[in-house]
């Protein structure tokens, strides 16, 4: 099973997606944690070039690098671990790209959704949390703890859009997304309704 976290800046990703792996590990399954951009050794140097404040990039340049460092993550994280059935959970794929790249930066649809196509080799994941939150909330969440980056610096209209974008795509594809919005949920609250996703998922597959 393929399993990826989704959302806005803030919106806590890594936090969920920590306690599902030790979750589901908990019933005895292996679990791969993964993240983008940066699951890789290489993605480690993309990650930095897209993220460091200095970074020029014109969009192109930039969708064109979340599409390589997702080649490497897929061919050389993603699909060895499934096909060792393992459990992989990522942080951010390929609805990130169209939230950010299509949303935010309003690149052409067809290109960005070329570039997943085949940076993704096609794969799609089986679910998907998107962890919905307002720009205000989660960009005061995502900056506390230190120096905002390239894209925790854009102006909130840009972060509008992304969250915008994000909704639409739960809405197109129900059968995948789980929305839970994190505005006023505590972590445990927001923690249980995942937990029992997982849990009706995992009794489908027996
Ligand atoms: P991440 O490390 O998840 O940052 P955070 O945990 O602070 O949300 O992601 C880094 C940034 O990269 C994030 O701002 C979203 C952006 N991004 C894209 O714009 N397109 C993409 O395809 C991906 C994977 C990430």
Do not use: W
């Not at 067809?110 to 799609?124: A, E, F, I, P, T």
Request: glycine share 6%; hydrophobic share 35%; net charge negative.
């Amino acid at each position: 099973m393929f399993i990826t976290f989704e959302g806005p800046e803030g919106c806590g990703k890594s936090t969920h997606s920590k306690r599902l792996k030790s979750y589901i590990e908990g019933k005895g399954l292996r679990v791969l944690l993964t993240f983008e951009p940066g699951g890789t050794q290489v993605g480690k140097e993309i990650r930095s070039l897209l993220l460091k404040p200095e970074s020029v990039l014109d969009e192109t340049t930039e969708v064109y690098l979340f599409a390589a460092d997702r080649s490497e993550h897929v061919s050389k994280i993603i699909l060895p671990a499934l096909n060792e059935d393992k459990i992989v959970i990522s942080d951010r794929f390929i609805d990130s790209t169209l939230a950010y790249q299509i949303g935010g930066r309003r690149l052409p649809e067809d290109l960005v959704r070329y570039l997943n196509m085949v940076s993704s080799k096609g794969l799609v994941p089986d679910l998907t949390f998107l962890l919905d939150v307002s720009p205000e909330i989660g960009l005061k969440r995502a900056t506390q703890h230190g120096k905002a980056d390239r894209f925790e610096q854009e102006a909130i209209d840009f972060h509008t859009r992304v969250r915008k974008s994000y909704l639409r795509i739960a809405k197109d594809d129900p059968a995948r997304f789980v929305v839970i919005n994190t505005d006023d949920q505590t972590i445990e609250e927001i923690q249980n309704k995942i937990r029992e996703t997982i849990d009706a998922k995992l009794g489908d597959q027996n």
